[in-house]
């Protein structure tokens, strides 16, 4: 029996609607066929909290009097990209401090969160309409105009774990990998995953509303580096990284719960954000696609010594969430770079927004493509 969203969304307005995570689904798949899920559950939410390097914020700071059009920006010393208009800027999550590598923009997305106050410093050549010339003063949040999260690629769905055949240690954006493949590392919240749950995105595309680190945001466009071409598994998974989102949000109801900075040794800054997605169980085939488990995702493990990082072996998160996987025959401890505790309790609470009707549900207004391939970029010398 199919349901729309205004089916479900009536159930909700009237208290009536079952609203579970995607755990509690998952274990009631062991009993249940989909067709009972389609019957008893309205809406399943979903939870990711793990780095998001592609991140980052708009700005508007708001005029000085005289005014001035700001062309070199810093705040806290961290440079801005200050190329948009006169009182504008990005904060780009993986910029950092000439001074210190390992402080940068997500620690200043994180402060201004917090609501901590942001040394700002600009410069301008001067013109007729904007004199000034600098400016040196203190901001927080609710002393500018706006701050809106544009991130370009978030909630990846799957993502290949990493090892390293090398006999050195590798510093990486998936962490330290230790030599001889004494590790592996991987980062989905697996089962919980909000595309891992809906893997051919019927449910999520532009205009689905989403959990932010807190506050409610939104799908903008597909992610950039978005894939459908991978290789999927008989549930319709693909095996490494796949779909992207593009996602907005304001940053000033965001909350430091769901937003954390964090430095990678030896490779750079990062940003950790926690994102949610509710499901509309439409039909058993959402159903079906709900009662995922970490069993039934795949996930390559890639060398990360070697150019291209390719696949040495495959295998599943129930094994990677067991603490050990074999590589040709040598037992490896394996290691979370994301959070699952941190997205349990944001799938918990959305679920909890959900029930009460504070995040109404929304078809999407397009639907993000079908088929989607990522081209690499070619090295090769200027032509003469």
């Not at 067709?35 to 809406?43: W, Y």
């Not at 205009?207 to 894939?227: E, H, I, K, M, P």
């Not at 071409?229 to 996602?247: F, H, Q, V, W, Y």
């Not at 000033?252 to 040794?265: H, I």
Request: aromatic share 8%; net charge neutral; hydrophobic share 40%.
């Amino acid at each position: 029996m199919a349901k729309s969203y205004e089916e479900i969304n009536a159930r909700i307005a009237r208290g009536e609607a079952v609203v579970l995570t995607a755990d509690e689904v998952s274990r009631m798949a062991a009993e249940a066929s989909p067709a009972e899920i389609a019957r008893k559950v309205d809406v399943v939410t979903t939870a990711t909290f793990g780095a998001m390097c592609s991140s980052g914020c708009f700005i508007n700071f708001g005029h000085t009097s005289p005014p001035l059009r700001m062309e070199s920006i810093t705040l806290n010393g961290v440079p801005l990209f200050g190329g948009v208009a006169a009182v504008d800027a990005y904060i780009g999550a993986t910029e950092v401090s000439p001074d210190d590598p390992s402080y940068g923009g997500a620690h200043l997305i994180e402060a201004l969160v917090r609501g901590d106050e942001l040394l700002l410093k600009a410069r301008g050549k001067g013109t007729d309409c904007y004199p000034r010339r600098e400016i040196e003063t203190w901001i927080r949040k609710d002393l500018v105009n706006e701050i809106t999260m544009v991130s370009p690629r978030n909630a990846y769905q799957n993502y290949a774990a990493a090892t390293n055949t090398t006999d050195k240690v590798l510093h990486t954006y998936m962490g330290s990998l230790l030599p001889r493949k004494g590790n592996v590392n991987y980062s989905t919240s697996g089962q919980l995953s909000p595309l891992l749950n809906d893997p051919y995105l019927r449910t999520i595309g532009v205009g689905t509303r989403v959990f932010l680190a807190g506050a409610q945001g939104f799908v903008s466009w597909r992610g950039t580096q978005f894939n459908t071409e991978k290789p999927r598994n008989d549930r319709g998974i693909p095996e490494s990284n796949a779909a992207t989102l593009m996602l907005t949000g304001d940053v000033k109801q965001m909350s430091a719960d769901y937003l954390r900075a964090a430095y990678y040794e030896k490779y750079g800054v990062t940003l950790y954000i926690g994102i949610g997605i509710p499901i509309p169980v439409l039909d058993e085939d959402m159903a079906a696609a709900v009662s995922v488990r970490d069993r039934d995702i795949p996930a390559l493990i890639c060398d990360y010594g070697t150019e291209g990082h390719p696949a040495i072996a495959r295998t599943n998160y129930e094994a990677l969430r067991s603490g050990f996987v074999e590589i040709a025959g040598k037992k490896t401890r394996t290691a979370p770079l994301s959070s699952l505790k941190k997205a349990r309790e944001i799938a918990q609470a959305l679920k909890a927004q959900v029930a009460s009707g504070v995040f109404p549900l929304a078809a999407p207004v397009q639907a993000l493509p079908e088929r989607s391939a990522v081209s690499s970029l070619p090295v090769r010398e200027r032509s003469r």
